[in-house]
């Protein structure tokens, strides 16, 4: 079993950064292709970012390549997003996930094959 918790969300402006942390507990010990997930009202949650807890290549949607940093602190057990540029259609709800998915990366919304551990989310708000 893996506990994963979010925490970071809340309200900014176009252009705005902000930075969500998923504390990660329980099996944190094997292999993880670690992600991060977004759900807006009414659409299909999607994968954004992803990062083996092994290390190596990380993933990016489109929608965020360039803007969006994934990265993990193993010592501390945590997850990051940096999120940079944002854009009011980066409003959602925030998740990370924990599954063994390889390669660790995703193919667009309602695409979730592999993830066995979600977190409860945090919202994200971006105002033009």
């Known amino acids: 079993q893996v506990q994963l918790m979010e925490s970071g969300g809340g309200s900014v402006q176009a252009g705005g950064s902000l930075r969500l942390s998923c504390a990660g507990s329980g099996n944190t010990g094997r292999s993880w292709c670690l992600a991060w997930f977004r759900q807006a009202p009414g659409q299909e949650r999607e994968g954004i970012a992803a990062i083996p807890t092994t290390g190596g290549s990380t993933w990016y949607s489109d929608s965020v390549k360039g803007r969006f940093t994934i990265s993990q602190d193993n010592a501390k057990n945590t997850l990051y997003l940096q999120m940079n540029s944002l854009k009011p259609e980066d409003t959602a709800k925030y998740y990370c996930?924990?599954?063994?998915?390889?390669?660790?990366?995703?193919?667009?919304?309602?695409?979730?094959?592999?993830?066995?551990?979600w977190g409860v989310g945090t919202s994200v708000t971006v105002s033009s």
């Open positions: 996930a924990a599954g063994v998915r390889w390669p660790c990366s995703f193919n667009g919304p309602a695409d979730y094959s592999g993830v066995d551990y």
